[in-house]
């Protein structure tokens, strides 16, 4: 069988990779598909699927064939595997003019399917340091034992393992968002949010095939964004139906969506209901901890905040928050003459916090950090501990708290 240099042009084209040649991909960058079938069965869809392009622009058009037929016995329900086997067989008879038969008159699922190659093919590729880590302050507490960040611009769900002072990378899956992108707004706008949230549980109840293996609810929407009147619910985390392996990049009414085998692999973490995810766009990277110095002074203010509060200086204490301070329809002003009246008397107090995490915002308009922690407070009349979330934004060089109530 001889593949004619049209689809070869058609599929590497399709896929926007396009100037690239065969060193894009070697041998050696492919590594050991046996290891890669051992990181998830999205990790070893993509290692074959970069293998069979490779083969292609090699000549090797019987052992791309033979890739792909290799990628569809272990993965029988992987619809991108389907389409570019459909491409090598009908190469054999005809010219090409496109990835997916044609360039005209493409239907909406040949164009998903060529989203999926893209993203998944861009991300092979890419050959990003396991050593980095996103750009945000990303600092969980010690029963959090793991860190999900997902980059909704590369449909990629990075895990992290929370190691007392650092975190190190785990492993990565490819994942779908909303159809129509990110930053939600409004019920049924098919967006995913992009926020700070925790997953919940996995669902008890029987859910329709479309959510496959089970179902995590996030805390959509949070307080944050109950602040700036976003509605809808039922943001989750969520796998795919029995009979599809993965899903286009953009395909979901805005949950987070994963393949059933890497949804069943996040399973143990998940089920602790404390995990913190992370859902952002265009994520930046850094080879070090970048988030040291912002955690080191945003400590600084709340050990000042904390002080202030045990000490009932009011005037001082009040001055740790944004005059924008609002919570559950409380304002700055209504907040203030609240403390002044409950601290008239000075009454002695007790105040400690303690499993403390502070995740940043993933905001480009604002420094915005959320603060997660126990309080336990005691007092003459009162004796109560609480989880309690704390919204601190910096404010001309100062972090003040511009929200806080109950987690």
Not at 75 to 91: E, Q
Not at 127 to 135: C, F, L
Not at 191 to 210: C, E, H, S
């Amino acid at each position: 069988m001889h593949l004619n240099k049209s689809l070869t042009y058609a599929l590497l084209t399709a896929i926007t990779l396009m100037p690239w040649n065969a060193t894009a991909i070697n041998s050696d960058s492919l590594g050991n598909l046996f290891q890669a079938k051992q990181n998830g069965l999205g990790n070893l869809a993509e290692n074959l699927l970069a293998k069979s392009l490779l083969e292609i622009t090699q000549g090797k058009n019987d052992q791309a064939l033979n890739t792909v037929d290799e990628l569809i016995k272990t993965i029988p329900n992987f619809k991108l595997a389907y389409l570019v086997r459909g491409d090598l067989l009908m190469a054999q008879a005809q010219q090409l003019q496109g990835f997916g038969g044609s360039d005209n008159n493409q239907t909406e699922a040949i164009k998903d399917l060529q989203d999926e190659a893209r993203v998944r093919i861009e991300h092979y590729l890419s050959k990003q340091n396991a050593d980095s880590v996103p750009n945000l302050l990303l600092a969980p507490n010690e029963q959090q034992g793991h860190v999900i960040v997902v980059d909704t611009d590369k449909s990629r769900l990075y895990l992290y393992k929370n190691n007392g002072n650092s975190l190190s990378y785990v492993k990565d899956y490819y994942v779908t968002i909303g159809k129509n992108g990110v930053d939600k707004k409004t019920e049924g706008d098919k967006r995913t949010p992009i926020g700070v949230y925790f997953a919940k549980a996995k669902l008890n109840q029987p859910l329709a095939d479309m959510y496959g293996d089970g179902a995590y609810p996030l805390n959509y929407p949070n307080e944050w964004d109950q602040r700036h009147n976003r509605s809808g619910s039922g943001i989750w985390l969520h796998g795919t139906p029995s009979d599809t392996f993965s899903r286009p990049p953009r395909s979901s009414d805005g949950c987070v969506v994963l393949n059933n085998q890497d949804l069943k692999s996040l399973a143990p973490i998940l089920q602790t209901g404390k995990t913190p995810i992370i859902i952002a766009n265009n994520l930046s990277w850094s080879a070090n901890d970048s988030g040291d110095t912002e955690k080191q002074s945003l400590q600084a203010a709340m050990d000042a905040w904390l002080n202030d509060w045990r000490s009932q200086d009011t005037e001082q204490y009040l001055s740790h928050y944004s005059s924008a301070f609002n919570n559950n329809g409380i304002n700055y002003q209504q907040w203030s003459a609240h403390k002044y009246r409950v601290q008239a008397n000075k009454p002695e107090i007790s105040i400690a916090l303690s499993n403390v995490s502070m995740f940043a915002y993933p905001d480009s308009k604002q420094k915005l950090v959320v603060v997660d922690f126990t309080q336990d407070f005691k007092s003459p009349h009162l004796s109560n501990k609480m989880q309690k979330r704390q919204y601190w934004l910096l404010e001309d060089g100062n972090w003040k708290i511009i929200s806080e109530g109950a987690a």
